[in-house]
T-cell receptor
Framework: SQQGEEDPQALSIQEGENATMNCSYKTSINNLQWYRQNSGRGLVHLILIRSNEREKHSGRLRVTLDTSKKSSSLLITASRAADTASYFCATESARNQFYFGTGTSLTVIP | DGGITQSPKYLFRKEGQNVTLSCEQNLNHDAMYWYRQDPGQGLRLIYYSQIVNDFQKGDIAEGYSVSREKKESFPLTVTSAQKNPTAFYLC???????????????FGDGTRLSIL
C-alpha cells in the first residue's frame, strides 16, 4: 500500500505553541497534500507541495518535503484552540487516485 | 456558493437492505470519489469516477456500487453484500489532473451509516 503514515497519532499542546506532525509514504509521488478534518465533518484542503518543491508556506502553515526520505512535515505556528482537528497527508498513486494516511489528532488547549 | 452536498447526514440500514447515499457537486468538477472512514483509520477509497458514465473500483469496492449519469451526481449504494457497513462515508470531487499532477479534493460533510 502507498498509504501515508502520520506521526504522532495524537498531539496535545498549549495555545501559542507550535505543532509539528510528520508523514511518511512508500512510493514515488507527484505531489503531497495536507488536509484538516474537524470532528464529524469532511476534510478541508490545506496545502499542496509538488515533488520538485522542498518547502511551502501558507499563513501559519509550513510544509516541508524530503523525497529522498519519502517524508513530509506540517508545522502550525502559534497554535490556536480553533486548530484542534485531525490532520491527514495524502499522496497520489495513479491518475486522480489518492491515498490518505491515518491522521494526527491535534488538541490545542486554551 | 459552490460545494459538495451529501445527504442524508445520518442513515440507518436494516439487515438485507440496500441503501443509497447521495452526493451532488456544483463545482463543475470532472472527478468524483467515495471514501469510507472508520475510527482510528484513514480514508479508504471505494470508487472513483473521472468522467460521466465511467467509474473505477478503489481498494474496498466489494459490497458497494455507484453510477455517474450526470457530471454533478455520484450516488453510492451500500448493498446487503457489505457485511460491515457501519462507517462515515465521505464524497469528494476535484478537477482532473493538470500537467503537473493532482488537483486538491473538495469534500462533503459526510454521511454516517449505522446498522439497526
Amino acid at each position: 500500500s502507498q498509504q501515508g503514515e502520520e506521526d504522532p497519532q495524537a498531539l496535545s499542546i498549549q495555545e501559542g505553541e507550535n505543532a509539528t506532525m510528520n508523514c511518511s509514504y512508500k512510493t514515488s509521488i507527484n505531489n503531497l497534500q495536507w488536509y484538516r478534518q474537524n470532528s464529524g465533518r469532511g476534510l478541508v484542503h490545506l496545502i499542496l507541495i509538488r515533488s520538485n518543491e522542498r518547502e511551502k508556506h501558507s499563513g501559519r502553515l509550513r510544509v516541508t518535503l524530503d523525497t529522498s526520505k519519502k517524508s513530509s512535515s506540517l508545522l502550525i505556528t502559534a497554535s490556536r484552540a480553533a486548530d484542534t482537528a485531525s490532520y491527514f497527508c495524502a499522496t497520489e498513486s495513479a491518475r486522480n487516485q489518492f491515498y490518505f494516511g491515518t491522521g494526527t489528532s491535534l488538541t490545542v488547549i486554551p | 456558493d459552490g460545494g459538495i452536498t451529501q445527504s442524508p447526514k445520518y442513515l440507518f440500514r436494516k439487515e438485507g437492505q440496500n441503501v443509497t447515499l447521495s452526493c451532488e457537486q456544483n463545482l463543475n468538477h470532472d472527478a468524483m470519489y467515495w471514501y469510507r472512514q472508520d475510527p482510528g483509520q484513514g480514508l479508504r477509497l471505494i470508487y472513483y469516477s473521472q468522467i460521466v458514465n465511467d467509474f473505477q473500483k478503489g481498494d474496498i469496492a466489494e459490497g458497494y456500487s455507484v453510477s455517474r449519469e450526470k457530471k454533478e451526481s455520484f450516488p453510492l449504494t451500500v448493498t446487503s453484500a457489505q457485511k460491515n457497513p457501519t462507517a462515515f462515508y465521505l464524497c469528494a470531487s476535484s478537477r482532473n489532473l493538470d500537467w503537473l499532477g493532482n488537483q486538491p479534493q473538495h469534500f462533503g460533510d459526510g454521511t454516517r451509516l449505522s446498522i439497526l
